[in-house]
């Protein structure tokens, strides 16, 4: 590890984090086929599916469908610059941040968290609980920043001050990030610091905390200097403006056989959207669009290099610190806020999903993308076998582009 930092850090010395001079995007084909669109064209001619965007790219050829609505009460179709609750995805952009700073040697993975928040010094294990009484015992390993990137640190979901059946709280309610973590010191924890895994916003945030306590920024505001802006992602933000949430993507809850059922709000995220009540979350919580999406993943599909030719991270640190896992071989695949395999071979994917349905990840091997939104609340999703089979079906196919009229071909 000590060894990969260094590298690190010299490629960034020679290199910089970004290109002087960005280029123009890379051109995109149209792959000309609909596999996608044949395949969930029947649960949206139902109303079960309201709508829906899948972006399939595979070196330089991509297959993009918008169909369906954003909103089907006022009949308006869905597309690529809707806004949309991407939830969970937040996760890696936080990760994108630790890993610029681990690369500039301004943070070490494996540092100690109190190193940075002083109150993560001590934690305490809640070991045993009854009707009356819980019993804590002092925790022995040290709480590190891999540890809360990767879920291994034992934190819950979310802290107190965030529950959703509270209004105004879930993930970004109640607290703003450095009060978040400040709780979570003081709370018990549920195991021993890297020894389990358990899925928690909390430790994302905490995450973002200590870079926020590293870069003397807000963590959203260095977040949006290093990536969102170098990347063009104009659209993303944790405060959608009222204009952009008359065209946001409205959530939906499926019902078998029927229409699906208009959701003005899910507990984790309520309304208003943008008020004195919303606080930045590295858990959950960043809102997007299809199309600036597309850019962040483009960016870890090319190890770092963005379509718009700005490079935000160097080769070696996607491959080595995002697109493997950084938990224990025997606790499954996760690396910094990304979901990530456990080793890197040619048919390896990372990326994350989100809690309304959102999904994107990439092969950076064969330079392959697939992006999938929707806003549902919940429920089965009887596509999901197709929209996977024609997925497959269209990185399988030979596209010839070589006319106006492209065809896929499966093989």
């Not at 149209?30 to 029947?42: K, L, Q, R, Y």
């Not at 770092?304 to 996607?318: A, K, P, S, W």
């Not at 979901?339 to 890197?344: H, N």
Request: charged fraction near 20%; hydrophobic fraction near 35%.
């Amino acid at each position: 590890m000590r060894k990969l930092l260094l590298i690190l850090a010299a490629s960034a010395l020679m290199l910089g984090c970004r290109a002087t001079k960005p280029v123009e995007e890379n051109p995109v084909v149209d792959s000309g086929t609909t596999f996608v669109h044949d395949a969930i064209a029947p649960y949206v001619e139902r109303g079960e599916l309201p709508g829906a965007i899948s972006i399939l790219y595979k070196d330089g050829v991509q297959e993009t469908c918008c169909i369906g609505f954003a909103d089907v009460a006022a009949e308006r179709p869905i597309t690529l610059d809707d806004p949309y609750m991407q939830c969970s995805q937040t996760k890696g952009f936080c990760g994108v941040t630790v890993a610029k700073l681990v690369e500039e040697g301004k943070l070490g993975l494996d540092d100690p968290v109190s190193k940075y928040l002083p109150e993560f010094k001590e934690l305490w294990i809640l070991s045993d609980q009854t009707e009356d009484t819980k019993v804590l015992k002092k925790a022995k390993n040290e709480l590190t920043v891999r540890m809360c990137l990767n879920h291994t640190g034992g934190f819950p979901f979310e802290i107190s001050a965030k529950r959703s059946d509270v209004r105004g709280g879930g993930w970004s309610g109640g607290a703003p990030l450095r009060q978040t973590a400040t709780i979570a010191a003081s709370s018990p924890i549920l195991f021993e610091p890297g020894t389990k895994d358990q899925y928690s916003n909390t430790g994302i945030d905490i995450a973002a905390a200590v870079v926020a306590e590293v870069t003397g920024m807000k963590w959203e505001d260095y977040l949006k200097q290093e990536v969102l802006d170098p990347l063009g992602m104009t659209s993303s933000t944790f405060w959608p403006t009222d204009e952009q949430l008359t065209r946001q993507i409205e959530m939906y809850q499926y019902i078998e056989g029927k229409p699906a059922r208009y959701v003005s709000e899910n507990g984790n995220q309520q309304r208003p959207y943008n008020d004195s009540h919303v606080f930045a979350s590295a858990g959950a919580g960043l809102w997007t669009t299809a199309r600036d999406q597309l850019k962040f993943y483009k960016m870890l599909m090319n190890l770092g290099l963005g379509d718009n030719g700005v490079r935000i991270l160097q080769e070696e640190t996607v491959k080595n610190l995002l697109a493997v896992t950084s938990r224990p071989q025997e606790m499954g695949g996760y690396s910094l806020g990304l979901s990530a395999p456990k080793e890197d071979t040619e048919d390896a994917w990372f990326g994350h999903g989100g809690a309304w349905g959102t999904n994107c990840s990439v092969n950076w091997h064969k330079k392959q993308l697939k992006l999938w939104v929707i806003q549902s609340n919940g429920g089965p999703q009887p596509w999901n076998d197709p929209l996977a089979k024609a997925q497959q079906a269209f990185f399988d196919s030979e596209i010839d582009t070589s006319v106006n009229a492209y065809t896929g071909r499966t093989e």
